[in-house]
């Protein structure tokens, strides 16, 4: 029972209670790129959290856009704390697999990281992505500042009129508060770079946004 998926986000009495200090080793540096996947980070540099599904093909997604300095996944938007990745996978945490985009606004800015979070995956599935089911799996932008809030909810109504314009349903993606980012294990960091043929239900071959298209914003 522990292990049973639920599309239903626990209370703060249904919760695992988790643990006062971190147990996971996510590691140091990146992967990819060799650079660190923990802050303080180089002068100029912003932050961004995104959640698409799975984790491992959304922080592809990411890391390879010019202008994104570093990333690391982890676990958002929950109750429990510290939580490792069977006890998020429990949906019992609250959390979902998310991104921590590091990013060179003077290269990249937000808006283009949020086209690439709307057109990277399909926003109206709810607590899914394709064959992935589960809370852990649930789309969302957790804005890490006042302007970031403001451009996404700006991104989401845009994209909502073209996707209602072309017969799919109402965008399910919340945007709220990330509180906590927890690093994930260490062997899920860019977990595609270092198992090349490894699972990928998001980005390249998976699944993407049904428009297709840009939107001007």
């Known amino acids: 029972m522990f292990f049973k998926k639920s599309l239903e986000l626990p209370t703060a ?15 140091e540096r990146h992967f990819v790129n060799g650079r660190p996947l923990h802050g303080p980070w180089p002068e100029g540099l912003q932050s961004a959290i995104f959640a698409m599904g799975c984790f491992w ?3 592809r997604i990411f890391w390879k856009i010019e202008g994104v300095w570093s ?3 982890g676990y958002v938007a929950g109750i429990t704390p510290n939580p490792t990745y069977e006890e998020v996978c429990s949906g019992r945490t609250g959390h979902t ?6 990013f060179d606004p003077a290269v990249v800015t937000y808006d283009a990281l949020l086209r690439a979070f709307w057109e990277g995956h399909d926003p109206t599935q709810g607590m899914r992505q394709g064959g992935d089911i ?3 799996y649930r789309s969302g932008i957790y804005p890490l500042s006042a302007g970031q809030a403001a451009a996404a909810e700006v991104s989401r109504e845009a994209y909502a ?3 209602k314009g072309r017969g799919y349903g109402a965008i399910t993606s919340e945007i ?10 260490d062997y899920h960091q860019q977990y595609l770079a270092k198992n090349p043929g490894g699972y990928c239900g998001i980005g390249g071959t998976g699944v993407t946004c049904p428009i297709g298209v840009g939107v001007s914003s």
Do not use: H, K
């Open 97 to 102: 697999e998310a991104v921590l985009v590091v």
């Open 57 to 59: 093909g959304v922080e």
């Open 71 to 73: 990333t690391a996944v």
């Open 13 to 27: 009495q249904t919760a695992l209670p988790g643990r006062a200090a971190p147990v996971l080793d996510a590691g």
């Open 134 to 136: 589960g809370t852990q």
């Open 176 to 185: 709220v508060e990330p509180g906590p980012f927890y690093y994930a294990e």
């Open 161 to 163: 009129v073209a996707l």
